[in-house]
Every structure is written in structure tokens, then in C-alpha cells.
């Protein structure tokens, strides 16, 4: 099982950028996905959830209306669309899986991906 | 939203050490509760979820407890591979929460 993000790097206030978290090992198609971010020296913070088939998806208040989670289960593929960049997303942004498929409460994630940079500044 | 406060948040241990890290809900969130342990440059790792019920593959010194706003996680006798930074997770409602973590040092 594993998770590996791509898309990271430095982008301007404003501008906009797509992470991508690709998955193998398991069944993508049967398992919520999420994205956690960890700005330098901080705690963790959740930033959003997508179903498995993509029907649903939560955003934090910080982000809601910015970015965008989605997910290409035929290509076993994660992505956050993140427009409107400020620098307070600068952070490391890891992809999560939910640890059960399609389970009947909200799972803890189990695993992570080793996460990608976003430096936002000008 | 859900806030979780964890305590401390740094402590300072010794190898053998029994080490106890608290983390209080805002209000009552059953027993929805996971544990995470993350070491420098590296993500995060579950280590314990639904308060108590410990992750395949982690070592029995770890356990949990709790439920409703006030949780524990105890590390029954400190290694070196646990000095690290843990942090709690609420997994009651959305948004998800996670604790400002307890950064755990050696002594």
C-alpha cells in the first residue's frame, strides 16, 4: 500500500497550484481519501475528505471555496486544486486514505503519503 | 468545530519512563477518538483509534483510554524510537480536529 504525492513547489499570493497523491497496493475506489497539511514547525491540520466514489466531499472553513479535492478512480489518483493561494498554505500537504473501506463512522487515516511543499510567496 | 487540547505540550523523558499525554475535547465525542505519532520529516503514524484499540503492528507499551471530552495516551515504559511528537485526532464530525501535539524529548 502506498501513497505518493507530486505537484509541490513555490507559486505566488493568488496564483493557483494542483497536487496529485497517486495510490497502489489497494483498492482506490473503495476508500475515502483525504488531505492533512503541516505548515513548517506547526501541528497538523485537516484540510479536506472526498468519498470513494468522489459523491461527497468536506472542506476545513480555511480552505472552503479555494481548492477543490477530487479523485480519478480509474487512474487510482488524488488531486487538490488549489487556487487562490495566500501564504498561510504554505504548509507540507500529505494524502491520507481512509484506514476501512466503506465504513459506517468516520476511520482514522492509516496510511500517509511522505507529503509534497507548497511555498507560497512572492 | 471541535476543539481538541492536548497536554502537555512538550515533555522531557527518560528511557523507561512512564509517560502519560492528555488530550480534552471541546464536548463529547464518544469514543471517536485516534492517536498519532509522527518523527521529524516523516507522516504521521496511526498508532491507536476509537480510543483505546490499538493499530496492528504497534508495540503493546502503547494503549489509550477515555471517552466523552477526556482522553489518554500511555506509553507504559519509554524506547528511543518513541521520542517523537503525537498528536490526537477527533473523528466524531467534520470538519476533523487534530490536538496542537506533545512533543515528547529525551531527559
Known amino acids: 500500500v502506498q501513497l505518493v504525492e507530486s505537484g509541490g513547489g513555490v507559486v505566488q499570493p493568488g496564483r493557483s497550484l494542483r497536487l496529485s497523491c497517486a495510490a497502489s497496493?489497494?483498492?482506490?475506489?473503495?476508500?475515502?481519501m483525504h488531505w492533512v497539511r503541516q505548515a513548517p514547525g506547526k501541528g497538523l491540520e485537516w484540510v479536506a475528505v472526498?468519498?470513494?466514489?468522489?459523491?461527497?466531499?468536506y472542506y476545513a472553513d480555511s480552505v472552503r471555496g479555494r481548492f477543490t479535492i477530487s479523485r480519478d478512480n480509474s487512474k487510482n489518483t488524488l488531486y487538490l486544486q488549489m487556487n487562490s493561494l495566500r501564504g498561510e498554505d504554505t504548509a507540507v500537504y500529505y494524502c491520507?486514505?481512509?484506514?476501512?473501506?466503506?465504513?459506517?463512522?468516520?476511520?482514522?487515516?492509516?496510511?500517509w503519503g511522505q507529503g509534497t511543499l507548497v511555498t507560497v510567496s512572492s | 468545530d471541535i476543539q481538541l487540547t492536548q497536554s502537555p505540550s512538550f515533555l522531557s523523558a527518560s528511557v523507561g519512563d512512564r509517560v502519560t499525554i492528555t488530550c480534552r475535547a471541546s464536548q463529547g465525542i464518544s469514543n471517536y477518538l485516534a492517536w498519532y505519532q509522527q518523527k521529524p520529516g516523516k507522516a504521521p503514524k496511526l498508532l491507536i483509534y476509537?480510543?483505546?484499540t490499538l493499530q496492528s503492528g504497534v508495540p503493546s507499551r502503547f494503549s489509550g483510554s477515555g471517552s466523552g471530552t477526556e482522553f489518554t495516551l500511555t506509553i507504559s515504559s519509554l524506547q528511543p524510537e518513541d521520542f517523537a511528537t503525537y498528536y490526537c485526532?477527533?473523528?466524531?464530525?467534520?470538519?476533523?480536529?487534530f490536538g496542537g501535539g506533545t512533543k515528547v524529548e529525551i531527559k
Open positions: 497496493g489497494f483498492t482506490f475506489s473503495s476508500y475515502g
Open positions: 476509537a480510543a483505546s
Open positions: 472526498i468519498s470513494y466514489d468522489g459523491g461527497n466531499e
Open positions: 491520507a486514505r481512509d484506514s476501512i473501506g466503506a465504513a459506517p463512522d468516520l476511520p482514522p487515516f492509516d496510511p
Open positions: 485526532q477527533q473523528l466524531n464530525i467534520y470538519p476533523l480536529t
